[in-house]
């Protein structure tokens, strides 16, 4: 119970003291509270209620299934170019919010990703999903998230290759969450 | 989403076909990651709401306004760098910006930091990857934004 309490210290006192305020705003009908419970905090629970159980079972099957000589061979130290390609590929296709691709990180790096890999994965993932990029497009037009795009992946490319060093040389580890 | 959602409902089905346990093995362990890191993601996003709250529509629109001059910039980083804001919630809003005035140049390095930036999912991040990398990954990729918000900025004044 320690342990538990301890690995949550911060998480445990928000908790209860928003389920506590959230609650005070209905009985006295405080409507600052009230909005911030169903038009933010909901939202978010509808879009993460289905989206992270999702990648966290695609994370378990591809755990069980795909081999580490595999991966290792396609995205792993020396898969170069076309290794930053897949990877990118991978992450664009992906839906749901930033904090969803940590646990795919955490899988693809256990299997043998090289680190540069796993930070082009996460910056990838952070500026252009497709499913989203549609909504982008349709909202501020395609010469802008074309630009974004075309700019952002050099850029990301030097600070992954950065991360990359970092984290290979203090032999830094992506934990299970 | 949805087709992720069919595509991972398939992938399980498939799975179980071929391999009982196996998929008994995934599936738990998928859940199991999901309950450890919930306490977390729950903080974070009553967090992120109540900063939501107090970032107003009109907030924004005064700070990032044409009036503001370069302190618009200085704001646009800052306020993507901290809220994370969901696309479905942050393009609406960005063409409503647009609308009351705002640049395209100021949209250009709110919508980079917004995207490259999380300050508030640092608490999650740090659970995968450790704090100092975390910050420094978010530092990093903070500069990389100003980069790409400022490159765009520029194109859009001059052309």
């Known amino acids: 119970m320690w342990e538990l309490y301890k690995k949550y210290k911060y998480d445990f006192p928000i908790i209860i003291a928003f389920i506590v305020f959230v609650l005070l705003s209905y009985f006295y009908n405080y409507n600052p509270g009230i909005s911030i419970f169903e038009d933010n905090f909901w939202g978010f629970i509808k879009e993460m209620i289905l989206a992270l159980p999702v990648m966290f079972i695609l994370v378990g099957l591809f755990d069980v299934w795909v081999s580490r000589e595999r991966v290792q061979k396609h995205i792993g130290e020396s898969s170069g170019i076309r290794g930053m390609m897949l990877i990118m590929l991978l992450a664009f296709i992906q839906a749901g919010p930033i904090y969803a691709a940590f646990p795919v990180a ?15 994965y996460l910056s990838s993932a952070s500026i252009a999903k497709i499913p989203m990029l549609a909504f982008e497009i349709g909202f501020l037009g395609l010469k802008f998230s074309l630009l974004r795009i075309f700019i952002s992946i050099p850029i990301f490319i030097i600070v992954a290759t950065i991360m ?3 984290f290979t040389k203090n032999n830094c580890e992506v934990k299970n969450g | 989403m949805i087709p992720i959602i069919i595509l991972t409902a398939i992938l399980t089905i498939v799975s179980f076909v071929f391999d009982k346990q196996k998929t008994k093995k995934a599936v738990k362990k998928g859940v199991m990651m999901f309950m450890k890191i919930l306490p977390t993601l729950l903080s974070v996003i009553i967090v992120v709401s109540v900063v939501l709250y107090l970032v107003s529509d009109e907030l924004l629109i005064e700070y990032l306004g044409n009036e503001a001059g370069l302190g618009a910039y200085v704001s646009a980083a800052v306020i993507g760098s901290i809220s994370i804001i969901p696309g479905f919630i942050a393009y609406p809003l960005a063409s409503i910006l647009l609308k009351t005035g705002v640049s395209f140049s100021v949209l250009s390095v709110f919508i980079t ?16 990857f450790g704090f100092k990398t975390a910050i420094i990954r978010n530092t990093l990729s903070f500069v990389g934004a100003i980069l790409v918000g400022g490159t765009m900025a520029l194109i859009y004044h001059y052309y």
Not at chain 2, 113 to 128: N, Q, R, Y
């Open chain 1, 106 to 120: 955490y899988i693809l790096w256990k299997k043998g990703t090289s680190a540069r890999n796993i930070f082009i």
């Open chain 1, 164 to 166: 990359g060093k970092y």
């Open chain 2, 113 to 128: 930091t917004l995207k490259m930036v999380g300050v508030l999912t640092i608490p999650i991040e740090a659970k995968f």
